[in-house]
């Protein structure tokens, strides 16, 4: 089961159902606690070649005081407590130490529940993005450009409407090739002038080349 979420998430507060093995009919294992004898919470990042382990056994699973709430586990240790056995059969919550989503290179943490009796192996895939999907405006990076704003702005310079919006040099040539294709443009000697939206206000020019192998264009955006 995938689980989106950003890379600077801290303090997440993780539910996953896991299913009772004597029932036919999925239905969720109810009862759990973090002192269910074999309980087993296993957690590998992407870029791991060992999992971080936490067991009854070995005393590294504690309790949820509050559920809903996120309260960081004792060093080398995790938390875990059931939601709702009425409403919500089967369905358990799982708060992991926030060194857990800060390996070096981590693209996702793959999170297993086993060994209680009567339940069936629950995974849960972590999917890490690099922006917030549910923010109204995310500041994503399209194309590399260290300084590139958000998707909305991107929109926008493609649309033609706002291509102040967008900074970053391979943001611009990105933006100045658009303008190539749509605005006016004319060639004079070497000198090739593209026009801003108003068809009449220089938005870019270039020097025109014809040596073989050379950039056929060399760009001076004057904005």
């Keep these: 089961m995938p689980y989106l979420c950003t890379f600077d998430e801290d303090s997440r507060i993780i539910r996953v159902k896991i299913v009772d093995s004597s029932s036919g009919t999925g239905a969720g294992k109810t009862g759990l606690t973090f002192e269910s004898s074999g309980l087993k919470i296993s957690t590998i990042a992407s870029p791991e070649a060992a999992p971080t382990v936490y067991t009854v056994a070995g005393a590294t699973i504690e309790t949820i005081t509050t559920l809903g709430t996120y309260a960081a586990p004792t060093a080398t240790k995790c938390r875990f407590k059931e939601v709702d056995a009425t409403n919500h059969p089967g369905l358990y919550e799982i708060q992991l130490a926030n060194a857990r989503y800060a390996i070096s290179g981590q693209k996702g943490l793959v999170i297993t529940i086993s060994g209680a009796a009567g339940t069936v192996q629950a995974d849960l895939h972590l999917l890490f993005t690099a922006f917030d999907l549910q923010d109204a405006d995310p500041k ?72 073989p192998g050379a950039d056929p264009v060399t760009a001076n955006d004057p904005s």
């Design 140 to 211: 994503v990076d399209l194309i590399d450009a260290p300084n590139a704003t958000g998707l909305a702005a991107i929109a926008d310079a493609i649309l033609c409407r706002n291509f102040a919006s967008v900074s970053g040099e391979a943001a611009r040539s990105m933006i100045n090739a658009l303008r190539f294709l749509r605005n006016k443009w004319s060639i004079s000697s070497t000198t090739l002038t593209v026009t801003k939206e108003d068809d009449s206000t220089e938005a870019w020019h270039g020097t025109v080349t014809a040596t």
